[in-house]
């Protein structure tokens, strides 16, 4: 699979990373180890997961569901040292408190790892800002899991860009670890000025400018927003509804007609030909949704179509 930088690293990850909140809940078990099977057959390493997934989705859901099964999975498959794996903290679930403190982190991170049967997570992320704990505080707690070799590269999700320059100088005002990459809700199509998307928080052009400016990779999740691109049973949320999505739909088939490839396909070939790319995390439930997804590495647009993309709308 194609490789893209993460951040300022050094490192190269695949550039479509495997989201797996559904493992182990909504995807059962053999579901799961297929779409697991499928994408590394592809090639593919780099697999996102977090503490709390997914125990909202099944009943008396206990959190740890997706680590668990990755677990599982690694150790069955022997594939541990040929993977890149992505965790979180930050939001609750059952038996931990939503939060950034030192000592939720430390205690996280002990139960990912057991979780998923690893020594390292190698991409761990604040999952959800936490305005009620000083900066300093959670970057030290990050920097401490990172000189312990318990975690590689930190990264932030579902943070503004005035606070992540507030981390950043923490980090190098005290030569602590920086995040390197950034998790933010992005598509193709754009939810209203005033919409409400609960705890997510959206990747703008002040983000991007940000991002392209520090050297952090912006990560897309939400990509396919629910399947609405290709699924006719899928309605487009209230938010994102109305004459730009109209409008943006319209050039997205257009393009798809002209390269021979699917809606979504050229959504997630659009976020990697953006400057600068966007890595898309997707997700599957059956062996066509995974290889239509897969397909995107190989569509290519033209400047013109990007230009046509990219000026839709509004």
């Given at each position: 699979?194609?490789?893209?930088?993460?951040?300022?690293?050094?490192?190269?990850?695949?550039?479509?990373?495997?989201?797996?909140?559904?493992?182990?809940?909504?995807?059962?078990?053999?579901?799961?180890?297929?779409?697991?099977?499928?994408?590394?057959?592809?090639?593919?390493?780099?697999?996102?997961?977090?503490?709390?997934?997914?125990?909202?989705?099944?009943?008396?859901?206990?959190?740890?569901?997706?680590?668990?099964?990755?677990?599982?999975?690694?150790?069955?498959?022997?594939?541990?040292?040929?993977?890149?794996?992505?965790?979180?903290?930050?939001?609750?679930?059952?038996?931990?408190?939503?939060?950034?403190?030192?000592?939720?982190?430390?205690?996280?991170?002990?139960?990912?790892?057991?979780?998923?049967?690893?020594?390292?997570?190698?991409?761990?992320?604040?999952?959800?800002?936490?305005?009620?704990?000083?900066?300093?505080?959670?970057?030290?707690?990050?920097?401490?899991?990172?000189?312990?070799?318990?975690?590689?590269?930190?990264?932030?999700?579902?943070?503004?860009?005035?606070?992540?320059?507030?981390?950043?100088?923490?980090?190098?005002?005290?030569?602590?670890?920086?995040y390197c990459c950034l998790q933010q809700r992005y598509s193709y199509l754009?939810?209203?000025?005033?919409?409400?998307?609960?705890?997510?928080?959206?990747?703008?052009?002040?983000?991007?400018?940000?991002?392209?400016?520090?050297?952090?990779?912006?990560?897309?999740?939400?990509?396919?927003?629910?399947?609405?691109?290709?699924?006719?049973?899928?309605?487009?949320?209230?938010?994102?509804?109305?004459?730009?999505?109209?409008?943006?739909?319209?050039?997205?088939?257009?393009?798809?007609?002209?390269?021979?490839?699917?809606?979504?396909?050229?959504?997630?070939?659009?976020?990697?030909?953006?400057?600068?790319?966007?890595?898309?995390?997707?997700?599957?439930?059956?062996?066509?949704?995974?290889?239509?997804?897969?397909?995107?590495?190989?569509?290519?647009?033209?400047?013109?179509?990007?230009?046509?993309?990219?000026?839709?709308?509004?």
């Amino acid at each position: 699979m194609k490789t893209m930088p993460l951040g300022f690293t050094g490192v190269e990850v695949s550039a479509l990373c495997l989201g797996t909140m559904q493992f182990g809940t909504k995807n059962d078990r053999a579901t799961s180890y297929q779409m697991l099977d499928q994408y590394t057959g592809a090639g593919g390493t780099f697999l996102d997961t977090a503490n709390g997934y997914a125990h909202w989705l099944i009943e008396n859901g206990q959190g740890g569901e997706s680590e668990t099964l990755l677990g599982e999975w690694m150790r069955e498959r022997g594939n541990r040292d040929q993977l890149f794996i992505a965790s979180k903290v930050g939001f609750g679930y059952p038996g931990a408190d939503r939060g950034l403190k030192a000592e939720q982190i430390e205690a996280e991170c002990e139960k990912s790892l057991k979780r998923l049967g690893i020594e390292t997570i190698d991409l761990y992320y604040a999952h959800k800002d936490d305005y009620d704990t000083p900066l300093e505080e959670t970057m030290q707690a990050f920097d401490k899991l990172v000189q312990a070799g318990k975690v590689r590269f930190i990264g932030a999700s579902n943070y503004f860009s005035w606070r992540l320059e507030e981390a950043h100088w923490s980090s190098i005002t005290n030569d602590w670890a920086e995040y390197c990459c950034l998790q933010q809700r992005y598509s193709y199509l754009r939810p209203g000025p005033r919409a409400s998307l609960g705890n997510h928080v959206l990747a703008t052009e002040d983000i991007f400018d940000y991002a392209q400016r520090r050297n952090i990779t912006v990560l897309a999740f939400s990509a396919m927003l629910g399947g609405v691109f290709t699924r006719s049973d899928r309605p487009l949320r209230a938010e994102y509804a109305g004459p730009d999505s109209d409008a943006r739909l319209k050039a997205l088939n257009e393009v798809a007609q002209e390269t021979g490839a699917t809606p979504s396909q050229i959504v997630l070939a659009w976020m990697l030909h953006s400057t600068p790319a966007v890595l898309p995390l997707i997700s599957a439930s059956t062996p066509e949704t995974m290889q239509d997804n897969l397909g995107a590495l190989d569509v290519s647009l033209s400047d013109d179509q990007m230009e046509r993309l990219n000026t839709a709308g509004a």
